[in-house]
């Protein structure tokens, strides 16, 4: 989180400036923009891990070395209407910690998607409240809030460039090759890139059209792995997909969550057994939770969905 907010802090001010806000802000730093002098002097003042010397105009390399700060996200009490009448999510209690991989299922409208979409800020809760590691989600500037977050859904955009200027989504000039090859190799991109006459300097053409559907999808993963955000939002990234196409893809959104808050919208339930814990919504409530073991043997609403998908 907050790894915007960081640099431009850093971006604008000295070294030092950028650190007390980070610091306000509970911030992890490992790396921050200044010389020498000042480098060491937010390491003793401000008692972080360590930090790196990088010049103040390679913002890039400065922002590689700021660890992404994990995100514990918080619903507090949250009901939300689209229409003043009748409540799409209501009494919303629900505390995701830092890493954790939490599947939300429920029937169509149970209020799956209208979650993510306050989590994401394109609604407000009508009551109640958002926060991400303890503040607000209002209090951010929204455009930096939202940088935290990455999407794979089946509505993969790519745009008529390069392979690798779409794995870094119009950041090219910004971001090391390193950083695109092994957002490739983590994503199981790598393997149909190799074949590309071209490779990373290949063309994709207009919204992708030479591509496959799973090596889009896979593509827009390597994109996710490449923007390294806190937060990763998957809406039934898998479907539609051949089984050995799957097993890629799938491997790849598991290698990508590591040391992610992940928040999985699942339609088939067999793709999310090992989630951490499984979130059953009914009609804009959550009815109940727990793994998918806890939930079968409890033979509530989740059995009973689960036995209906066999
Ligand atoms: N833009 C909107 N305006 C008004 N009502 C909406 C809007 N979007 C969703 N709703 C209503 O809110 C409720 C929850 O919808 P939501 O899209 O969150 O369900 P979902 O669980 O994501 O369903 P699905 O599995 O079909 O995607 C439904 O009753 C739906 O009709
Ligand atoms: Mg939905």
């Known amino acids: 989180m907050y790894k915007r907010q960081v640099v431009s802090a850093a971006a604008g001010a000295t070294g030092s400036m950028a650190g007390q806000i980070a610091k306000l802000r509970g911030c992890k730093v490992i790396g921050i923009v200044g010389s020498d002098e000042k480098a060491q002097l937010i390491v003793d003042e401000f008692g972080f ?14 922002v590689a070395a700021l660890a992404p700060e994990g995100a514990d996200i918080y619903f507090d009490n ?25 599947a939300l299922v429920g029937s169509t409208g149970s209020g799956k998607t209208t979650l993510v979409n306050l989590l994401t800020r394109f609604y407000s809760p009508t009551e109640g409240k958002i926060a991400i590691n303890n503040e607000d989600i209002n209090s951010f500037d929204l455009e930096s809030y939202r940088s935290n977050f990455s999407f794979v859904d089946q509505n993969v955009r790519l745009f008529n460039d390069t ?10 000039d910004k971001m ?11 994503s ?12 990373f300097d290949s063309d994709i053409g207009e919204d992708g059209v030479t591509l496959s559907g799973g090596q889009r999808q896979r593509l827009s993963i390597a994109r ?8 990763l939002i998957l809406d039934e990234a898998t479907s539609a997909l051949d089984s050995a196409t ?12 590591k040391g992610r808050t992940t928040i999985i919208i699942a339609h088939r339930l067999s793709t999310i057994q090992n989630a951490d814990r499984i979130i059953v919504l009914k009609e804009g409530a959550i009815i109940e939770q727990g793994s998918h073991k806890e939930l079968i043997k409890a033979s509530g609403e989740y059995a009973k969905l689960n036995q209906q998908q066999l």
């Open 49 to 62: 891990d360590a930090a790196i010397n990088y010049k103040t105009d390679d913002i890039t390399a400065a």
């Open 78 to 102: 949250v009901s939300f209407s689209y229409d003043n009448n009748k409540p799409s999510l209501k009494n919303i209690t629900l505390s995701i910690k830092q890493g954790e991989t939490v």
């Open 163 to 172: 392979i690798s200027g779409n794995i870094a989504f119009g950041q090219k």
């Open 176 to 186: 090391p090759m390193d950083s695109i090859i092994n957002a490739a190799n983590v």
């Open 188 to 199: 199981n991109s790598i393997e149909f890139i190799e074949k590309l006459d071209n490779k």
């Open 224 to 231: 996710a792995i490449a923007k390294d955000s806190a937060i």
């Open 246 to 257: 799957e097993k890629l893809v799938q491997s790849a959104i598991t290698k990508m969550q």
